[in-house]
T-cell receptor
């Protein structure tokens, strides 16, 4: 089946720093989604990408759909304490409505 | 925006009893709903996909007789954990896919999850 490699697994950064995380897939995806999950809550959609090469921003967040359709990255600029949480990438392949999730990136922001 | 309501948020039950978790799409019709299980510090694991009016499709290794899924309407899907045991304790999350009518924009909205503890 499809596999997603998400890295890094965890990050400790100083408040104000920029953050970058990425996901790579063993197969082509038609959709890439980035979610943030707070403890005890469900994932909340941050950015959705639907076309290869697409670059989309949501406030301080920017994500790109890789041109090979096998990777995506998420950048967070000028991190703040409330950015703390677990970030998941998710992809949807052709012919399926199911999402495949990465293992998550745990972000810690040091004030 | 699309909202998915999941409840209960927390439930504690005795071993051997059954627990029902509800997932409702509040402002859209969801032809497809997904049920996930998440262990501590791990990613979401898809358990099953349910389509309104038809039987759910379970992922390999998920016992369909233990995790009963019903998707009787376009806005409601339920997951019943039958004869629960301590190893069923976990965080269960539902997701609803909005049928926007475009293949390029399938919206996925998640519920807030249910923490199940079996004692």
């Amino acid at each position: 089946g499809q596999q997603l490699n998400q890295s890094p697994q965890s990050m400790f950064i100083q408040e104000g720093e920029d953050v970058s995380m990425n996901c790579t897939s063993s197969s082509i995806f038609n959709t890439w989604l980035w979610y943030k999950q707070d403890p005890g809550e469900g994932p909340v959609l941050l950015i959705a990408l639907y076309k290869a090469g697409e670059l989309t921003s949501n406030g301080r967040l920017t994500a790109q759909f890789g041109i090979t359709r096998k990777d995506s990255f998420l950048n967070i600029s000028a991190s703040i304490p409330s950015d703390v949480g677990i970030y998941f990438c998710a992809g949807r392949g052709a012919g399926s409505y199911q999402l495949t999730f990465g293992k998550g990136t745990k972000l810690s922001v040091i004030p | 925006g699309a909202v998915v309501s999941q409840h209960p948020s927390r439930v504690i039950c005795k071993s051997g009893t059954s627990v029902k978790i509800e997932c409702r799409s509040l402002d859209f019709q969801a032809t497809t709903m997904f049920w996930y299980r998440q262990f501590p510090k791990q990613s979401l694991m898809l358990m099953a996909t349910s389509n309104e009016g038809s039987k759910a499709t379970y992922e390999q290794g998920v016992e369909k007789d233990k995790f009963l899924i019903n998707h009787a309407s376009l806005t409601l899907s339920t997951l019943t954990v039958t004869s629960a045991h301590p190893e069923d304790s976990s965080f269960y999350i539902c997701s609803a896919r909005a049928d926007t009518g475009t293949t390029s924009n399938p919206g996925y909205t998640f519920g807030s999850g249910t923490r199940l503890t079996v004692v």
